[in-house]
Every structure is written in C-alpha cells, then in structure tokens.
C-alpha cells in the first residue's frame, strides 16, 4: 500500500482539535448554531456511564493492586487515561529545569478527573499589570467575560454562596453542601486567624440544572466520572449534547500532526494520524479552532511550518510556546488528635472540599507579588493503597485507650486497633497560587525528538522565581498555624528553604497556560481578544494557552467562558463573511 | 434493588435517598453475587491496563516456602479479634503477592528481608522462621517489630518489618472484611445532610445561621435550580 495522507471527502464549517474544557464548548455552541463541526480526539470515546469504562462506586478490593497509582497517576479508579508519561509519546526539558506535562487522551480530555474547583477571574486578575507592575494585563476585562460566566453557572451548574469578597466574583450558585467535621474545625480556626473559610465553588450538581442530568448522590467520587452526569465533564455535559444536534462528527483516535494552510496563508483544515489503522488523514474545514491544551497547541502550531509560516503558524511574533506559566503548589498534612475514636457516618459528600480559602492578604505588604488559595482535605474517606502506611511513626505518640503510652509500631490485635483509632483524622493542606508569566518560561520544539507517529516533541524550560518560592514559605506558615489553631500537630518535618518550601515541579498542578496568549499587539501575543490568530483570521485557539496571566483560581471556568466568548464570534464573523 | 437500579432511581430525581436505603436493605447479598459482565477486571481498565492485570496474575514472584513466611508474619500484624478475621482471612498474602510484581520496588526488600528473617532464625535455634514454635518466632519479631526500641545491629530487620506491616495493613484494611471492621460506611448513594447532631454536639460545634441559610436545603435535592 502507498503511504498517503487520505482526504475526509466532507468539508467542514469548523475543525476543532481536542474535546476537553474548550474544545466541548466549542463543539457546543457552533453546532447550536447550525454549523457542521468536526470534532477531533486524540484518544478513545469515553463515556462514565458505560459499564466498560465505569470505575464509581467500585471498591478498593474490585482491583488487585487496591487502588494504587501504577497505571494511572491519581489511582485505578481515576478517570483520567493518560498521565504523566505517555508511552511512545516522549517530552524533554531542557538546561536542567524541571516541567511535569500531564496529558489526557480521551473523550473530555482533563475535565474527566479534574477537581470541580470553578473559580472566576476577578477584575485584578484581569489588569494585573495595572496593579503591581509585573506580567502584563489582558487585551479584555472582567466586565468582558462576566456575561459568558453568568452563561457558565447556569448551563453547567457550580455549587458556592455570595460573598462580596474583592477579586473572588459571585455568580449564579447552586446551594453548597453543609461542611463536614474537620472542615467546620479548619472554619473556626480559619476564623481566629483572620482568614476567610468560605464555601467551596465546584462545579457539581446539589441541584440539578436540567433534565439530562441527575444531582449529586454525594459518594465522593467526581475524578472516577459521574455516571449520572453530576458533575461537570466536557464529554458528559457538552460533547453528549452538542452530538445530538447531528452536526458534529466525532473522530476519536485521531492524532493531529499539523494545521495545514493554503498559499495565502490561511488554515484550511488539520492533517492527523487515525491510531486504529496507523493512516494519515486529513480534514478540511473553514475555520480551525485548537483546543488541544495549552501546550499541545503550541506545539501544533510550531509544527505547522510552510513557506508564509516559516517560525510556525501564527507565529512571526516568535511569542508561541512562551510565557507558560502553571499555578504554585505546596501542602502540609497534619493529625488532629481530637478526632480519634469518632464516631462513624457516612462524610463522603461530594467529590472535594465543602470549604476553601480564597487569597486574603495585601501583596502590597507582602515579599511576594501574587496570592494563592488554600484547599483541604481530611474525614473518614474510603480506605484504598496506602492506608496504614507509616504507623510506627503515629502510634507512639499518643496514649492507647487505656492512657498509657506504647511502643511505636508493634503488632497484633493491639496495632490493629489503632488503624481503627486513626480513622478519620488526618487533615491536609493545599495551596495553588499565582505564577507571573515569564518570556523565559517556555516550550518550544525539540529538534532532535519525535514522538511515535513522527511528530517533533516538545521540550520546557521553565524555572519559579523568587515571588513563587516566597509564596510557598507563606503557605508553608500558615499551614503550621491552621494545623496547630485545630488543636493538631502537624506531619514530618516542615518543608524548608532547600525544597523551595514543598513548592511542586512547575506543571505538576495541571493548570498550564498561557502559550499562545491574547493582546492587542501582534508583535507580543499570538491572539486578538476574541482568541483569534492575528496572523490567520480563520484560526482560533480556545484552550488555556490564550491566558496572559493565570490568577489563584483554577482555569476551567475561565476557559469554558473565553471559548463561548470565542465561538459566538466565530458565528457572527462566518455570518459578516469575515472569515 | 440493585446498586444499578437504585442509580437509576436517583436518576429520575424523585426517591429520595433514604426511600431507596431503607427498600433495599439488601446490599451485601446482591453485590457479591453480582459479577460485572464484559470487561474482564470489572472495574473499568482499559485494554491495556486489563493485559497489563492479566499478565501479573499469571507470572508468581514468591516461592511457596516464602509465601509461607509472609502468611505467618501477616497474620502476626493483622490476627483476628472479636471484631473480624485475621490478615490471611482477608487474603492479604495473595494481595501481597500482586502488589510486589505491581509495584516491583517492593521484590527485593520484601524476598531479602525473608531472608535476612530466616537467618535470624537460624543463629538462634537452627531452623528457618516457618519451622520455629510459635514462642521463637515472637521473640525474633519482638526484635524488629519496635522501631524506637530496636538495636542498631537489627535496623534491616526493622525496615523489613515495618515494609510488612504497612502492606498487611493496607492489604487487609481495603478488603471487604477490613473495610467492615475499620467502620467505613460510605461509597453508597447518599444524601449529604450535614454532621449527625450528636457529632456536632460531642466536639462543640454547630452550624450557625448563615451556614443554614446558604446550604442546600436536602429536600430541594431534587428539584431543578432556577436563578430568575
């Protein structure tokens, strides 16, 4: 057989590349508009509800390895298929530095395992150059996307409580859950500190918001995926729906090599590899939205080379790949001894925290520029690999039931009774905070490696600076105070100076942004505002790499309505004929 | 009722939880009989991940006469008590067994603290650690089984011991008769009401009006939001 690349006869209104966040917007809104989508994956159809593929509501002993993170990062059950490795699908780093990539393949992408978190940018976070001086501000403003957030809550749903906090904007909420022990604890000694203990804002429904979908049955398990479509997907609640329309057609396994381009420079539709057969393809289309993930577009541009594009497409500004920036992350666990011998409930609840913190300090008083969030963890959770794991280290430390103290360690109907002891009170801390976006944190094409369909490879170099290290020792300080104001002790060594405070690897918080970034200055951003290529009117990228500046918020939200923001304008520029 | 069906019942939005609770009372014997259909593991693996379990399986790690070791010393850990059976009740060894060819920087430690176990034996009382009275395998556990306390010349003796213990732990409490024992009542469709009112009251807290006010009232559970 010849090796050809295979043209899909049908032409396309809109080609979009990927189905996560964006790409499930945009699949959405342009085939309610009557447009003819094609919709491409690079991984399987998934589906939660498919018995094949369901992992909620499994115990930890339906799996032989009882949950453990072998195959998949965050556990057998989780949803996610993919991680952070992909076999045949290398990325390097380079001069040293350190960049985690974690990738999704399959239907939904990402927002399959994602934690629900569904925070809006406030008016800060949209002008924050205007306020400190760093980074640079969005070409748009919160007033810009509000009514595309508004459109979010209430097609999706997100739980939380009007708070008229500055920079952490209240939307149309669904009712948040009651908190649960530990986090009424966090709340009170929050209180002391003077920070504010709030209801979390994830996007899972406590009511439902239509028909199609059924409420929260409260079992804990959101990043397993929902199999009465309780919580937000893209596959479940956006590519589902947007399919019934009959004008999106799905391809899955489909792995884009390249956007192809016609003489004049314009996109003309995608080229990818169909993993079932190993054959090259193509589809054409009028338009070409990528919504591949931050980093996966970048490298989609920067791989589609021709004659007009010769740095990459969209790409004379050489702005692609840089100012990726991922959110901080640092935590702190502790043991709360109160809460040994409790009482037993079901404290499930839903799939992540009923409280947070959003960022309460004043930068401007602070060593460091940009704030973060804190979220928690803790109560009587499922039991899965792991559990038990470093006994000797707790148990002789405090006194057994008859107050006498006891030799660390041991064995027998003793120890065995003190697993039953410790249930349950455990609590942990995480912070995700703000990064400044850099020039000189990037990613940028390998020119020595390809990936096993023979597409060069990524390679990062992304370094923090002194604003997130001194971020993390500010986490790392008020962890300590939360953990003690609870009465608790708090675990290990606190991290210091030498580990950057437990600051993460860049990356490994999963928030990556930022790589074909929005401005009005085509000579400094690869977007216009309405996330359109300045130098190919007819390409759009939806998917966090349009972001100038990441806030301490989770991008989901932001994405989703930046995207519906994008699509309704792509309608009106088919419609002027602009594009 | 079925777990699938009460799922479908929570679908349609209009039992209640607690209807579908207390009309089942039939948790324990349906799921056992219960085999999930298809996919090989049942618990949704991808193909890949399904061969990658089915390859484990089949391959054996431990000799029989080290299975042995390990069921002794599991079943020190973990013996049974009036509350539930004993770590080899809950097939701890054979979770064992998986989880070093799983987790295959388990091997080594695990097969050369046997070994070193073994030894021990042997320099006292001539025989390996299987084929001592139950009285001599104690005094030589004693020896490792107490990290603050243990003597130096002893401390692989301890990391091996302590790498037992956590397995035998994690192996027995995420297994149907741990997870009964430990009290964890959850993974079950529920409706998410709050802390239990003698909770709140046993540790000082209570929810205060505001909390009241802004949370989800449960019997709204089922009733779609509107915002105008």
Known sequence: MAFEIKKQAKLYDVCIVGSGAGGGMAAKIL?????????????????????????????????????????????????????????????????????????????????????????????????????????????????????????????????????????????????????RMHELMVKRAGEKMGLPVIPARLSILTRSVNKDRSPCFYCSQCNRGCTVYGDFSSSSVLVKPAMKSGHVDLYTNAMVREVLTDDSGKATGVAYID???????????????????????ARLLLNSKSAKHPNGLANSSGVVGKYLHDSTGASRGGFIPALMDRKRYNEDGVGGMHLYIPWWGDNKKLDFARGYHIEMGGGMHMPSYGYGFGMENMNGKYPGRDGKPKAAGGYGAS??????????????????????????????????????????????????????????????DTFEQLIVEMGGVPSGTKPGEDTKYGLENPGRIIHEVGTTRMGDNPATSVLNKFNQAHEVKNLFVVDGGAFVSQADKNPTWTILALSMRASEYIVDQLKKQNI | MDRRESLKALALGTLSVGTILSATGCEDKKTTGEKKAGNA?????????????????????????????????????????????????????????????????????????????????????????AECSPE???????????????????SQGVAFFNRMRNLTATGFFTSKIGIKDLGYIGNTPNEWDGVPADVLKQYGYAYDEKTLATCLKIEDRGKIMTWD
């Open chain 2, 41 to 129: 593991q049942g618990y949704g693996r991808t193909p890949d991940e399904a061969e990658r379990d089915k390859a484990l399986t089949e391959e054996k790690f431990f000799t029989p006469e080290e299975m042995k070791t390990i069921t002794i010393l599991a079943d020190i850990i973990i013996p049974a008590d009036e509350h539930s059976g004993s770590a080899s009740d809950a097939k701890v060894p054979e979770f064992i067994e998986f989880i070093v060819k799983d987790i295959p920087e388990h091997k080594l430690p695990m097969r050369g603290g046997l070994r070193w176990l073994d030894v021990q034996c042997a320099k006292r009382y001539n025989k390996s650690f």
């Open chain 1, 275 to 297: 993993k079932a057969d190993m054959q090259e393809y193509s589809v054409n289309a009028r338009v070409v939205v990528l919504a591949a993930s931050a980093c996966e577009s």
């Open chain 1, 31 to 179: 085939s309610e508009a009557g447009l003819k989508v094609a919709l491409l994956e690079a991984g399987p159809k998934y589906d939660p509800a498919d018995p094949e593929q369901a992992t909620q509501l499994k115990w930890p002993y339906e799996s032989p390895r009882r949950g453990a993170s072998t195959t998949r990062a965050f556990g057998d059950f989780d949803a996610a298929y993919g991680g952070w490795q992909i076999d045949g699908e290398p990325y390097t780093k380079k001069n040293g530095t350190e960049f985690d990539w974690f990738r999704s393949r399959m239907l939904g992408g990402r927002t399959n395992h994602w934690g629900r978190i569904s925070l809006r940018f406030g008016e800060r976070d949209f002008k924050h150059k205007s306020y400190d001086g760093l980074g640079d501000d969005w070409p748009i403003s919160y007033q810009d996307v509000a009514p595309y957030y508004d459109r979010v809550d209430k097609l999706i749903g997100v739980f939380g409580s009007k708070e008229n906090l500055p920079n952490e904007p209240d939307g149309f909420f669904l009712p948040p859950p009651k908190p």
């Open chain 1, 415 to 476: 120890l065995k009774d003190d697993y039953r002891r410790y249930f349950g009170a455990h609590i942990g801390f995480a912070g995700r905070g703000e990064c400044i976006a850099r020039e000189d944190n990037y990613c940028e094409i390998d020119p020595n490696v390809v990936d096993k369909y023979g597409i060069p490879v990524l390679r990062f170099h992304y370094t923090w600076s002194d604003h997130e290290v001194k971020q993390a020792k500010h986490m790392q």
């Open chain 2, 136 to 154: 001599q395998r104690i005094a030589v556990v004693d020896l490792i089984a107490y990290p603050e306390k243990a003597a130096p010349e002893n």
